[in-house]
């Protein structure tokens, strides 16, 4: 079912006769999510050989197959856009090492990336399509300092629900509900209309929590506790299964992105929560400010657990009426993120 709509896109892609430089405003059913896009591309690119061009013709050549496999025209020539396939809102890179590579750009935290890998003979054997702030994640070299940081402007250390409802916005496109059997909605599928909580259902649900302990694998082991954590949360919110592809926002079906603060500094990433920008992969006509936030305080047990105290939940619009902002330095020069062994093997 869902190959056939993805069929049925791209086949409405072709038939529109737009361009890879077309903005999709005025037709956000052609918008594909970074799934979709990952789908495609690994369907009809896994084996393009890429091993006898020069680099430049390589990235022609790569760039023409990427047009081709979405239903694009190919251009006679590219243009030196960015990004490079801006309808899509994408950029796309063939890295042969583990480095990936992005000349005199900041990463856009909303941009997707397309990253293929060649195999030694040239041809692509894997593909991964990810977003701006998952870039952000993969970066432990301090190239890519975080920009946005946070913290709670009170001394309060109780649990407290900032946000009464979602956003107009929110409520607009998604319809959310308060009682809703969630068993057959998988985390990191794309939000539903009337199968995501409301902002107040989240709440009360995510407060289960409170006293309860999750594993502390370390200090340096803060994707792995923030796992521990998505799968408790997965399971409180009884969605089908636990699954985690790296992404923002963490729990994508419902709209929510997670933190766990076992100190006072919160990072937030590339994107402020109350920006106005676009968060298509989310929904057609939601912003990041409509999305919702979830911040866990916890507190370091003997026995490597946390203990979970208190809760602050909100929607991005009213993220700051409880927390200060502070951001950090802009980076704009050649960046260097290695990416992990296993980067390509969670492509699906």
């Known amino acids: 079912m869902a190959g056939s709509h993805l069929a049925e896109k791209i086949l409405a892609i072709k038939k529109s006769t737009l361009s890879i430089y077309d903005l999709l405003n005025d037709r956000p059913d052609l918008f594909l999510t970074i799934d979709e896009i990952e789908t495609a591309l690994t369907e009809k690119l ?30 006679t020539s590219f243009l030196k856009t960015q990004p490079r396939f801006p309808g899509q809102d994408f950029d796309s890179y063939v890295q042969k090492a583990n480095n990936l590579q992005i000349w005199n750009e900041e990463v856009s935290p909303t941009r997707r990336y397309v990253i293929a890998r060649p195999d030694t003979d040239g041809k692509i054997e894997a593909l991964r399509v990810v977003t701006g702030e998952a870039i952000a994640e993969l970066d432990r070299t301090g190239t890519l300092t975080k920009k946005y940081q946070a913290r709670r402007r009170s001394e309060r250390t109780c649990s407290c629900l900032l946000s009464e409802k979602d956003t107009d916005n929110f ?72 699954a985690d592809k790296g992404q923002w926002p963490d729990i994508l079906s419902q709209a929510l992105e997670v933190k766990l603060q076992t100190a006072g500094t ?32 916890g507190t370091k047990q003997d026995g490597d657990i946390v203990m979970l105290d208190s809760l602050v939940v909100s929607t991005g619009k009213d993220f700051f009426t409880e927390f200060e902002k502070f951001g950090g330095k802009i980076v704009n020069a050649k960046l260097q993120i290695p990416l992990p062994r296993d980067f390509f093997a969670k492509s699906k």
């Open 46 to 75: 896994v084996g393009l050989a890429l091993g006898n061009y020069p680099i430049r013709t390589r990235s022609k050549v790569f760039k023409s197959a990427v047009c081709d496999a979405l239903g694009y025209p190919i251009p």
């Open 171 to 242: 409520v607009g496109e998604f319809a959310p509900m308060n009682n809703l059997d969630l068993s057959e909605i998988s985390p990191t599928h794309k939000p539903i209309k009337r199968k995501v909580l409301s902002v107040k259902s989240l709440y009360v649900r995510l407060m289960k929590l409170i006293g309860t302990t999750i594993p502390d694998p370390g200090n340096d082991q803060e994707r792995n506790r923030g796992a521990g954590l998505q799968r408790a949360i997965c399971s409180v919110l009884k969605l089908k299964d636990y």
């Open 266 to 297: 919160i990072d937030l990433g590339l994107v402020s929560p109350d920006s106005a920008a676009p968060a298509q992969e989310v929904g057609i006509t939601i912003r990041h400010r409509d999305v919702r936030y979830a911040v866990f305080y």
